[in-house]
């Protein structure tokens, strides 16, 4: 499929704001920010400014087709997100908006996972801690070629759906843990970091790592906001979990309104108290940042990473930056007026171009090697450890052992 469907030349930096609103003030322990629109000529362009440091400014370009590959298989997560919530009338599009460039670099770039074999033993894990915004996770997985098709975004959040308002593990295909009750994914996440810990020190011998993998966490402000987090954040310190990177959602709002109102505390302290490797993105849009940060997470082998990303709830959408954009679909004219923010037809819905699609799908291929270069791996392993690898298949495959 291709289509060059036009966008207007919009100045923007950091979000796009409803013509009503004139200025919205946020502020988040030392880093103020300040939107404000202007309505030139018919068109919105929407400014920010940081107090530490001023944004760089996009022209935004004149149609999809002279948008980057990389651009347009994110905008292309972003608005099967806004379709799949507006066709149920319910849901949460303000995150897969604003976290989609996350969700692409982690599932098209960096992690290690076959969509072919989501089980494989040696994957690294993704846990969406933030489940209310499932459609990033759904969305993704359909993208990458895991068994979950466009028909099932259709029925998101439908009586019988593979595509639940909530993450539930293994339904569908890809889904590592449920993630209901906020901070509950934090806690998983912590607890798929000690597994990972103690089966490699169970198993492995030098020149054999047969478990060598990370545990990536996308979480919020409403999961940090959980005690549950703290005792588990607290644990993860303490274990010295450094294949643990969570990466939060920075976007100073909540569903009641900026975070200010309910959330104070200096979230980066806090993870520095908890011995955690702590590091700041200011932009979300910025994958070079992003990767580089988790670069640095990795690299960071004796504490887990706290990444906080500064995103826009709801980016590119008239309601990006407010809570309206938090739970609840944005209506037909907001969804449309989104679409063309990005370049794609206002009048289509559910809109996979080619391109996007085959950039996506490229992690299959790669996947597959990984997991075959994983399993001559193990057979050497097991030819050299018989006892011990038959011991770790038993466990993988949930089998007790023989009386």
Known sequence: MAFAARRKPWLFQTSILPQRVKRVFFHDKGLSRDFWAHIHYGNLRCDSQFSERKSKRYLMTTSVASVSLDQLS?????????????????????????????????????????????KWADRDRFVLSNGHGSMLLYGTLFLSGYKITLDDLRSFRQFGSKTLGHPEYGWPDGVEVTTGPLGQGFGMAVGLAIAEKHLAATYNRPGFNVVDHHTYMLCGDGDLMEG????????????????????????????????????????????????????????????????????SAKAEEGRPSFIAVRTVIGYGSPRAGTNKVHGEAMGAADAAATKKFFGFPEDRSFVVPDDALANWRKVVERGAAQEAEWNKLFASYAAAFPELAGEFERTQAGKQAAP
Not at 75 to 101: F, I, N, Q, W, Y
Not at 103 to 108: D, G, S
Request: include cysteine; aromatic fraction near 8%; charge should be negative.
């Open 74 to 118: 994110i905008d292309t997560l972003r608005l099967l997100a806004v379709d799949s919530v507006e066709k149920a009338r319910s849901g949460h599009p303000g995150t897969p908006l604003g976290c989609a460039p996350i969700a692409y670099l982690l599932f098209n770039k960096l992690i290690k996972h076959n969509p072919a074999h989501s």
């Open 228 to 295: 549950l987090s703290h005792e588990a954040a607290s644990l993860a310190g303490t274990l010295k979990l450094g294949k643990l990177i969570a990466l939060y959602d920075d976007n100073l709002v909540s569903l009641d309104g900026p975070t200010e109102w309910s959330f104070t505390e200096d979230r980066y302290k806090r993870f520095e108290a908890y011995i955690w490797h702590v590091q700041r993105v200011l932009d979300g849009n910025d994958l070079a940042a992003i990767e580089a940060a988790i670069a």
